[in-house]
Protein backbone atom coordinates (compact mmCIF):
# COMPACT_ATOMS: atom_id res chain seq x y z
CA UNK A 1 0.00 0.00 0.00
CA UNK A 2 1.08 3.69 -0.86
CA UNK A 3 1.63 5.43 2.77
CA UNK A 4 1.33 9.50 3.39
CA UNK A 5 3.54 11.19 5.39
CA UNK A 6 1.44 14.40 6.52
CA UNK A 7 3.66 16.90 8.10
CA UNK A 8 3.50 18.60 10.53
CA UNK A 9 1.45 16.98 12.87
CA UNK A 10 0.60 20.16 14.44
CA UNK A 11 1.22 23.85 13.43
CA UNK A 12 0.51 26.39 15.70
CA UNK A 13 -0.29 29.87 13.63
CA UNK A 14 -1.83 33.22 13.50
CA UNK A 15 -4.88 34.82 11.97
CA UNK A 16 -3.26 36.27 8.78
CA UNK A 17 -0.55 33.76 8.35
CA UNK A 18 0.34 31.85 5.52
CA UNK A 19 -0.10 27.89 6.19
CA UNK A 20 1.87 25.24 4.23
CA UNK A 21 0.97 21.78 4.92
CA UNK A 22 2.99 18.62 2.89
CA UNK A 23 1.82 15.66 2.26
CA UNK A 24 4.57 12.82 0.84
CA UNK A 25 3.76 9.29 -0.76
CA UNK A 26 5.84 6.55 -0.45
CA UNK A 27 5.44 6.23 -4.36
CA UNK A 28 4.36 7.77 -7.16
CA UNK A 29 0.59 8.48 -7.25
CA UNK A 30 -0.85 7.61 -10.50
CA UNK A 31 -4.87 8.19 -9.22
CA UNK A 32 -6.10 11.37 -7.22
CA UNK A 33 -4.83 13.22 -4.27
CA UNK A 34 -7.35 15.32 -1.87
CA UNK A 35 -6.89 17.30 0.46
CA UNK A 36 -9.93 17.60 3.44
CA UNK A 37 -10.66 19.71 6.49
CA UNK A 38 -12.61 18.17 9.10
CA UNK A 39 -13.34 20.13 12.51
CA UNK A 40 -14.36 18.12 15.96
CA UNK A 41 -17.59 16.01 15.60
CA UNK A 42 -18.02 16.26 12.27
CA UNK A 43 -17.01 14.52 8.86
CA UNK A 44 -14.69 15.70 6.99
CA UNK A 45 -14.99 18.42 4.16
CA UNK A 46 -13.52 18.02 0.43
CA UNK A 47 -10.97 21.21 -0.06
CA UNK A 48 -8.73 19.96 -3.12
CA UNK A 49 -9.24 17.28 -5.90
CA UNK A 50 -6.51 16.12 -8.04
CA UNK A 51 -4.04 17.32 -5.93
CA UNK A 52 -4.63 21.48 -7.19
CA UNK A 53 -8.06 21.40 -8.30
CA UNK A 54 -10.62 23.35 -6.02
CA UNK A 55 -13.71 22.23 -4.61
CA UNK A 56 -16.24 24.41 -5.65
CA UNK A 57 -17.40 26.70 -2.34
CA UNK A 58 -14.33 26.53 -1.34
CA UNK A 59 -12.43 29.70 -0.88
CA UNK A 60 -9.66 30.55 -2.75
CA UNK A 61 -7.23 30.99 -0.36
CA UNK A 62 -7.02 27.58 0.09
CA UNK A 63 -5.00 26.00 -2.75
CA UNK A 64 -3.09 22.57 -3.76
CA UNK A 65 -0.06 21.84 -5.69
CA UNK A 66 2.43 18.81 -6.42
CA UNK A 67 2.65 15.81 -8.09
CA UNK A 68 4.35 12.67 -7.96
CA UNK A 69 5.33 12.26 -4.23
CA UNK A 70 5.11 15.20 -2.88
CA UNK A 71 2.17 17.36 -2.29
CA UNK A 72 1.08 20.69 -0.84
CA UNK A 73 -1.41 22.25 1.01
CA UNK A 74 -1.42 26.14 0.94
CA UNK A 75 -3.83 28.44 3.31
CA UNK A 76 -2.72 31.92 1.84
CA UNK A 77 -4.41 33.65 5.00
CA UNK A 78 -5.42 31.87 7.95
CA UNK A 79 -8.68 32.85 8.64
CA UNK A 80 -10.54 32.01 12.23
CA UNK A 81 -12.61 29.69 10.73
CA UNK A 82 -9.95 27.20 9.58
CA UNK A 83 -8.93 26.27 12.80
CA UNK A 84 -8.85 22.51 12.23
CA UNK A 85 -7.41 19.51 11.76
CA UNK A 86 -6.12 18.64 7.67
CA UNK A 87 -5.98 15.62 5.75
CA UNK A 88 -4.29 14.34 2.47
CA UNK A 89 -5.43 11.02 0.55
CA UNK A 90 -4.51 8.98 -2.40
CA UNK A 91 -6.80 7.10 -4.55
CA UNK A 92 -4.94 4.97 -7.02
CA UNK A 93 -7.47 2.42 -8.86
CA UNK A 94 -5.78 -0.37 -8.38
CA UNK A 95 -4.46 -0.06 -4.82
CA UNK A 96 -5.87 0.83 -1.53
CA UNK A 97 -6.78 4.35 -0.84
CA UNK A 98 -4.46 5.25 2.24
CA UNK A 99 -4.57 9.47 4.44
CA UNK A 100 -1.81 11.26 5.62
CA UNK A 101 -1.66 11.15 9.78
CA UNK A 102 -3.31 14.59 9.60
CA UNK A 103 -2.21 18.15 11.05
CA UNK A 104 -3.89 19.96 13.57
CA UNK A 105 -3.89 23.40 13.29
CA UNK A 106 -4.07 25.99 16.38
CA UNK A 107 -4.37 29.39 16.80
CA UNK A 108 -0.61 30.68 18.52
CA UNK B 1 -30.31 15.84 -2.54
CA UNK B 2 -27.25 13.35 -2.43
CA UNK B 3 -27.74 11.38 1.28
CA UNK B 4 -25.90 9.00 2.92
CA UNK B 5 -27.04 7.31 6.59
CA UNK B 6 -25.06 4.59 7.94
CA UNK B 7 -26.56 2.40 10.50
CA UNK B 8 -26.06 -0.81 12.71
CA UNK B 9 -23.12 0.27 14.76
CA UNK B 10 -22.99 -0.57 18.53
CA UNK B 11 -21.20 -1.93 21.04
CA UNK B 12 -19.78 -5.87 20.45
CA UNK B 13 -17.22 -8.36 22.30
CA UNK B 14 -13.61 -8.84 20.71
CA UNK B 15 -13.83 -11.75 18.13
CA UNK B 16 -17.55 -10.84 17.35
CA UNK B 17 -19.35 -9.62 13.76
CA UNK B 18 -21.05 -6.36 13.26
CA UNK B 19 -22.74 -5.50 9.88
CA UNK B 20 -22.80 -1.94 8.96
CA UNK B 21 -24.99 -0.46 6.78
CA UNK B 22 -24.93 2.71 4.45
CA UNK B 23 -28.71 3.63 2.95
CA UNK B 24 -27.83 6.15 -0.05
CA UNK B 25 -30.64 8.41 -1.98
CA UNK B 26 -30.11 11.30 -4.51
CA UNK B 27 -28.46 9.75 -6.92
CA UNK B 28 -27.96 6.82 -9.53
CA UNK B 29 -26.40 4.54 -6.58
CA UNK B 30 -25.30 1.75 -9.44
CA UNK B 31 -22.90 4.07 -11.26
CA UNK B 32 -21.04 4.98 -8.43
CA UNK B 33 -17.74 3.59 -6.18
CA UNK B 34 -18.62 3.75 -2.44
CA UNK B 35 -15.84 3.76 0.53
CA UNK B 36 -15.81 3.16 3.77
CA UNK B 37 -13.72 5.31 6.33
CA UNK B 38 -13.02 5.09 9.72
CA UNK B 39 -11.90 7.34 13.20
CA UNK B 40 -11.27 6.08 16.17
CA UNK B 41 -11.82 8.47 19.21
CA UNK B 42 -9.47 11.43 18.72
CA UNK B 43 -7.54 10.12 16.00
CA UNK B 44 -6.98 10.12 12.43
CA UNK B 45 -9.22 9.33 9.39
CA UNK B 46 -8.45 5.96 8.12
CA UNK B 47 -9.50 4.20 4.97
CA UNK B 48 -10.82 1.24 5.07
CA UNK B 49 -12.43 -0.04 1.86
CA UNK B 50 -13.74 0.49 -1.29
CA UNK B 51 -16.44 -1.03 -3.92
CA UNK B 52 -16.76 -0.41 -7.72
CA UNK B 53 -19.80 -0.21 -9.68
CA UNK B 54 -18.97 -3.72 -10.79
CA UNK B 55 -18.72 -5.08 -7.21
CA UNK B 56 -14.80 -5.37 -7.18
CA UNK B 57 -13.82 -4.82 -3.67
CA UNK B 58 -10.33 -3.25 -1.93
CA UNK B 59 -9.38 -3.30 1.75
CA UNK B 60 -6.75 -1.78 3.50
CA UNK B 61 -4.10 -4.64 5.12
CA UNK B 62 -5.52 -3.56 8.40
CA UNK B 63 -9.21 -5.08 7.65
CA UNK B 64 -8.20 -7.40 4.81
CA UNK B 65 -9.50 -11.32 5.75
CA UNK B 66 -11.94 -10.17 8.60
CA UNK B 67 -14.21 -7.40 6.60
CA UNK B 68 -15.94 -7.67 3.61
CA UNK B 69 -17.58 -4.89 1.82
CA UNK B 70 -21.06 -5.58 -0.58
CA UNK B 71 -23.55 -3.60 -2.33
CA UNK B 72 -27.13 -4.00 -3.26
CA UNK B 73 -27.84 -1.51 -6.33
CA UNK B 74 -32.38 -2.64 -6.11
CA UNK B 75 -31.98 -1.23 -2.12
CA UNK B 76 -29.23 1.45 -2.62
CA UNK B 77 -26.94 0.16 0.32
CA UNK B 78 -23.53 -0.68 0.49
CA UNK B 79 -22.54 -2.91 3.79
CA UNK B 80 -19.76 -3.50 5.46
CA UNK B 81 -19.40 -7.15 7.01
CA UNK B 82 -16.88 -6.83 10.17
CA UNK B 83 -15.71 -10.08 11.92
CA UNK B 84 -13.06 -10.91 13.92
CA UNK B 85 -13.31 -7.84 15.60
CA UNK B 86 -11.09 -6.25 17.90
CA UNK B 87 -10.74 -3.59 20.19
CA UNK B 88 -8.26 -1.79 17.41
CA UNK B 89 -11.48 -1.55 15.13
CA UNK B 90 -13.35 0.61 17.59
CA UNK B 91 -14.06 3.71 15.88
CA UNK B 92 -16.85 5.91 13.73
CA UNK B 93 -17.40 4.50 10.65
CA UNK B 94 -18.25 6.68 7.99
CA UNK B 95 -19.53 5.77 4.61
CA UNK B 96 -18.22 8.27 1.61
CA UNK B 97 -18.70 8.93 -2.35
CA UNK B 98 -16.67 10.62 -4.63
CA UNK B 99 -18.06 14.06 -5.49
CA UNK B 100 -19.18 15.21 -9.62
CA UNK B 101 -15.48 15.75 -10.63
CA UNK B 102 -14.98 11.95 -9.24
CA UNK B 103 -11.69 12.36 -7.15
CA UNK B 104 -12.50 13.01 -4.18
CA UNK B 105 -14.99 12.06 -1.52
CA UNK B 106 -17.43 14.64 -1.55
CA UNK B 107 -20.08 13.09 -0.06
CA UNK B 108 -20.29 11.70 3.46
CA UNK B 109 -22.52 10.00 6.39
CA UNK B 110 -22.64 11.41 9.69
CA UNK B 111 -21.08 7.82 10.88
CA UNK B 112 -22.16 5.37 13.02
CA UNK B 113 -19.71 4.55 16.21
CA UNK B 114 -18.80 0.41 17.03
CA UNK B 115 -16.93 -0.36 20.22
CA UNK B 116 -15.48 -3.50 20.52
CA UNK B 117 -14.97 -4.02 24.42
CA UNK B 118 -15.71 -6.98 26.64
Known amino acids: DIQMTQSPSTLSASVGDRVTITCRASQSISGWLAWYQQRPGKAPKLLIY???SLESGVPSRFSGSGSGTEFTLTISSLQPDDFATYYC??????????FGQGTKVEIK | EVQLVESGGGLVQPGGSLRLSCAAS????????MHWVRQAPGKGLVWVSRITSDETPTYADSVKGRFTISRDNAKNTVHLQMSSLRAEDTAVYFC????????????WGQGTLVTVSS
Open chain 2, 26 to 33: GFTFSSFW
Open chain 1, 50 to 52: DAS
Open chain 1, 89 to 98: QQCNIDSPCT
Open chain 2, 96 to 107: ARVGPRLKGLFY
